[in-house]
């Protein structure tokens, strides 16, 4: 090998190197994990899932947030902020999910309402069949 030859090798493999760190950073720039999938019940009748008879009450289960909103509606979002992982609340007074950790407001779509969060959380489908709800997604 000359010495050419070694020095364009080493240029190479260094830019690779450079390349791979860059792509797996910026395909997640945050850090934060990516929004988990779903698929599970969650049974009315149970007592963990009793806040989910009232509007405006709220469960976590499997990296989700199942709330029965003031609308009545059941919404399904990733729990976990996307600005730098903050676990989301449902607030009933505004019908949207909040960060408490530094204030992103989030639709019931799961849509960026109010930052520093600048994307938004997954949402997921929620089904009602007699007292169990399905979500999934
Ligand atoms: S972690 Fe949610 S707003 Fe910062």
Known sequence: MTRKDFLINIGVGAGATFFLSCLGACSNPTGIPAAPSAN????LTS???????TKGGFVYQSGVIVAY???GAYVALSQ????QGGTVQYD???????????GSDFSDTGT??????SVGLKEYTVT??????HVQG
């Open 112 to 117: 960026v309402n109010v930052g520093p969060a």
């Open 128 to 133: 009602k069949s007699g007292s169990t709800l």
């Open 69 to 71: 909103t003031t609308k």
């Open 40 to 43: 599970f019940t969650l049974d």
């Open 47 to 53: 007592p963990a899932n009793k806040p989910l008879l």
């Open 80 to 83: 976990t902020c996307t600005h």
């Open 92 to 102: 009933p007074s505004s019908d949207s999910f909040f960060c408490p950790a530094h």
